[in-house]
Nanobody, 127 residues
Framework: QVQVVESGGGLVQAGDSLRLSCVVS????????MGWFRQAPGKERELVAA????????YYPDSVKGRFTISRDNAKNTVHLQMNSLKPEDTAVYSC????????????????????WGQGTQVTVSL
């Protein structure tokens, strides 16, 4: 059984930074391409960052590019999302997900391809 657990959310002010963490357990972490998603009230879930198994390829949508950074520590089964220059529109529940893929270089950008999901952590950015 694969478990995905996020941590690090909270209430911050606009312009602040926050670092989210996600630990995957149950199967070898290096099997998975990883992604961070967010869902704001009344909106669809969107991908905000993705990283390959190899830790060498990443993907960001334009809405967060230059502000968010995804990284992974394969020795600790952990993926992080560093969020800088936060804006009120970044307020959402942030979730981590794992996609078991054969390629070390694949970055998964399709939400429905992800196999395992965490429960999410709330990030609230105030003015």
């Amino acid at each position: 059984q694969v478990q995905v657990v996020e941590s690090g959310g909270g209430l911050v002010q606009a312009g602040d930074s926050l670092r989210l963490s996600c630990v995957v357990s149950g199967r070898p972490f290096t099997r998975y391409a990883m992604g961070w998603f967010r869902q704001a009230p009344g909106k669809e879930r969107e991908l905000v960052a993705a990283i390959s198994r190899s830790n060498t390829r990443t993907y960001y949508p334009d809405s967060v590019k230059g502000r968010f950074t995804i990284s992974r520590d394969n020795a600790k089964n952990t993926v992080h999302l560093q969020m800088n220059s936060l804006k009120p529109e970044d307020t959402a529940v942030y979730s981590c997900a794992a996609d078991e893929v054969p390629s070390f270089l694949q970055v998964t950008s399709t939400i429905t391809d992800y196999d395992y999901w965490g429960q999410g952590t709330q990030v609230t950015v105030s003015l």
